[in-house]
């Protein structure tokens, strides 16, 4: 038993539609994962940003001198291992210059 030639067609045409319809619903869940993904990335940064806030109410100015004395500390690390940099002392400030090393 054969079929026609246009019952094998619709027939494809409908395989091709279904898996257009299966490759379209894929999509919108992928699509709705992400959504909901960037929610709770949202969600997780404002809550790290008000228990930051909380902890700086707290503490005050004492975590803000800290951070900046880590940055100094990690600063000045990096600036004893270049071997091209000079402090020169100023009347207005300190002063960093890039000398070249000489010959």
Do not use: H
Not at 36 to 51: D, H, K, M
Request: charged content about 25%.
């Amino acid at each position: 038993m054969t079929f026609g030639k246009e019952f094998t067609t619709a027939v494809e045409q409908k395989q091709i539609a279904q898996q257009d319809a299966e490759r379209a619903k894929f999509v919108v869940e992928k699509a709705e994962q992400e959504r909901q993904a960037a929610v709770i990335r949202a969600e997780g940064e404002a809550e790290a940003a008000n228990t930051i806030s909380a902890a700086l109410n707290k503490a005050g100015d004492a975590f803000v001198q800290f951070r900046k004395i880590e940055a100094s500390r990690e600063i000045a690390s990096t600036l004893a291992q270049a071997k091209n940099v000079t402090y020169v002392p100023s009347s207005s400030g300190n002063l960093l210059l890039q000398v070249p090393p000489q010959q």
